[in-house]
């Protein structure tokens, strides 16, 4: 049984990783900025739930030593944050970016910070989400796209630094997948198979695609030998097309 913690973990991706760490016996604990969208996952779970903005480095501190204490320990830890924010270049404003920048790669900035230095002493796995848009353009997705990119470089950077001490850091790249955050891209059935249509594979993700890639790279039995790798789970989207 390992000790994971979940940044996120209210959301549509976070969620489905605590529910497949939790049915494999693993203990955790799960972290989101607002107290009752946890509660409904954590009294299903058992899970310990903790309040924290991750975009202030202080308060990823505090969870990460509360988490620490309550489980006797860290293995493995995730952050599931992020936003989406879909403006050309010209129409996004300085708060546009600031925000995007803060929410997706501060946070996984911050808690890798904290993360690897708990970590040190036994080493442990570190996983980040990063997107296909920062692998492959598409239009309207430049501040997104900035975001997840320096997540790419965060990634492979933190792996060369802590790999010695047996801490292994990795990302996972979705496509479109199917959450309350990009709902407004699927609301109608047009918009749904236009979506799909950019995967190869012909549909859109779904949270667990996510999750079980991300359940995947924390388990050391699993992938003790992979580090500063950024997995694509996009259906295809940032390296195939299919011609009908």
Request: with cysteine.
């Amino acid at each position: 049984m390992a000790r994971y913690l979940v940044f996120g973990a209210s959301g549509g991706i976070g969620q489905s990783v605590i529910r497949l760490l939790h049915q494999q016996g693993h203990q955790l604990v799960g972290v989101g900025r607002v107290q009752e969208k946890l509660h409904p996952l954590l009294h299903e779970r058992n899970v310990v739930g903790l309040v924290a903005d991750a975009t202030k480095p202080e308060e990823v501190a505090h969870v990460v030593q509360q988490a620490e204490a309550q489980m006797g320990g860290l293995d493995g830890v995730v952050n599931c944050i992020g936003s989406l924010l879909l403006k050309p270049a010209h129409l996004t404003t300085p708060e546009d970016w600031y925000l995007t920048l803060r929410q997706n790669l501060d946070t996984s900035f911050f808690i890798l910070k904290t993360a690897a230095r708990t970590m040190l002493r036994q080493g442990g796995a570190i996983v980040l989400v990063s997107s296909s848009v920062s692998q492959h353009g598409l239009q309207n997705h430049e501040a997104i796209a900035a975001a997840k990119a320096g997540i790419n470089g965060l990634v492979r950077s933190a792996a060369a630094t802590y790999a010695k001490r047996g801490v292994r850091v990795n990302a996972v790249a979705p496509g479109l997948v199917r959450t309350p955050m990009t709902q407004h891209l699927t609301a109608t059935e047009a918009a749904e198979k236009s979506s799909a249509a950019l995967h190869a594979l012909g549909r859109i993700g779904e949270p667990d695609d996510v999750a079980k890639a991300i359940v995947f790279l924390l388990d050391h039995n699993q992938s003790s030998w992979i580090t500063g790798q950024v997995l694509a789970v996009d259906g295809g989207l940032s390296s195939v097309r299919s011609v009908a």
